[in-house]
């Protein structure tokens, strides 16, 4: 595999809310692109989806959502800062951004107080401008079973999306916004898709966890739930064809943790949906760790549920 589109999307800074840059790469990538796809692709984007994007292929059936947005930090007063969803926070993990005086490079930094609060800070030489958006310095490395960077969730599922999109036929695939902070934009687009299309299937292209019960190497998981439960006879028939096909798989079954689809299953439309992701560990740090063959399957299942389903 190929991995070169997928280090040009982590390297693009678009923690949640500031996810413009990331969709305005994918626009320019289908423009480049489409003409050597099997079908034709319609773009949906602009102020009715605000920085979220859909492209459309023939008549859909089911979308697959991936979400564009990751975790980070903001600076908030005197370069103290504030998380943006969940990151892992440890003493010297390298941060990227900018502001109105240029470039940032710093470093993490956790201040404990006498009474063992533990407070965020970045090394700076100046003050940072309020509101300013870190998040992890891009450092991706692959060997022979195994890649590993910053924000492999959720690009990693961005860049499965973009390799379905060469072979999809009918289909849609969503690129959301504000995933890691609760979502925002799941129902907006789910209601234009089932406005014009009637469309309620949905798979979630996402990266899960190493846990008890998944781990590297033994296949895509497929999961039955997480904090949300999906309708037993559509993930029922997710299952089964896959036990039909040769992809390797696995069974996810979870207590907590979300997704796009809790904001679908939430969503006043009869709309189905199934997570399916490689499992990765050291999550939400810069080091995040996935199998390769996890992802060959990952795009396998993708590609015959579409046409299944």
């Known amino acids: 595999m190929d991995f070169k589109l997928l280090q040009k999307l982590i390297e693009i800074r678009g923690a949640s809310g500031d996810e413009s840059r990331v969709r305005d790469f994918i626009i320019d990538h289908v423009a480049r692109h489409k003409s050597s796809w099997k079908s034709e692709v319609e773009l949906v984007f602009g102020p009715?989806?605000?920085?979220?994007?859909?492209?459309?292929?023939?008549?859909?059936?089911?979308?697959?959502?991936?979400?564009?947005?990751?975790?980070?930090?903001?600076?908030?007063?005197?370069?103290?800062?504030?998380?943006?969803?969940?990151?892992r926070t440890e003493e010297g993990y390298e941060l990227v951004g900018s502001d109105s005086q240029g470039e940032i490079e710093t470093e993490l930094m956790i201040i404990e107080d006498e009474e063992g609060n533990k407070n965020l800070k970045c090394v700076s030489d100046r003050i940072i401008d309020r509101g300013t958006i870190l998040t992890?310095?891009?450092?991706?490395?692959?060997?022979?079973?195994?890649?590993?960077?910053?924000?492999?969730?959720?690009?990693?599922?961005?860049?499965?999306a973009l390799e379905l999109a060469k072979t999809m036929e009918n289909g849609a695939i969503v690129f959301s916004t504000y995933e890691e902070v609760g979502g925002n934009s799941v129902g907006?687009?789910?209601?234009?898709?089932?406005?014009?299309?009637?469309?309620?299937?949905?798979?979630?292209?996402?990266?899960?966890?190493?846990?008890?019960?998944?781990?590297?190497?033994?296949?895509?998981?497929?999961?039955?739930?997480?904090?949300?439960?999906?309708?037993?006879?559509?993930?029922?028939?997710?299952?089964?064809?896959?036990?039909?096909?040769?992809?390797?798989?696995?069974?996810?079954?979870?207590?907590?943790?979300?997704?796009?689809?809790?904001?679908?299953?939430?969503?006043?439309?009869p709309m189905d949906w199934c997570f399916i992701g490689a499992p990765e560990n050291f999550v939400h740090t810069p080091n995040e760790k996935v199998h390769k063959e996890d992802i060959q399957n990952m795009i396998a299942i993708y590609q015959l549920l579409l046409s299944k389903l």
């Open 48 to 87: 009715e989806v605000q920085d979220s994007l859909i492209l459309i292929f023939g008549k859909p059936k089911t979308a697959v959502y991936a979400h564009m947005d990751s975790i980070g930090f903001m600076v908030g007063y005197d370069n103290h800062l504030i998380k943006i969803g969940g990151p």
């Open 136 to 160: 992890f310095k891009p450092n991706f490395r692959e060997d022979d079973n195994y890649i590993q960077s910053p924000y492999l969730d959720n690009r990693l599922g961005v860049w499965v």
């Open 188 to 269: 907006f687009l789910a209601q234009y898709l089932y406005k014009r299309f009637q469309l309620q299937q949905n798979l979630i292209s996402d990266i899960t966890w190493v846990t008890d019960g998944v781990s590297h190497g033994n296949g895509v998981a497929i999961s039955m739930r997480d904090k949300g439960i999906p309708r037993r006879t559509y993930i029922e028939r997710i299952i089964s064809i896959a036990k039909e096909s040769d992809v390797k798989f696995q069974l996810e079954v979870e207590s907590a943790g979300g997704s796009d689809g809790s904001l679908l299953q939430s969503s006043e439309m």
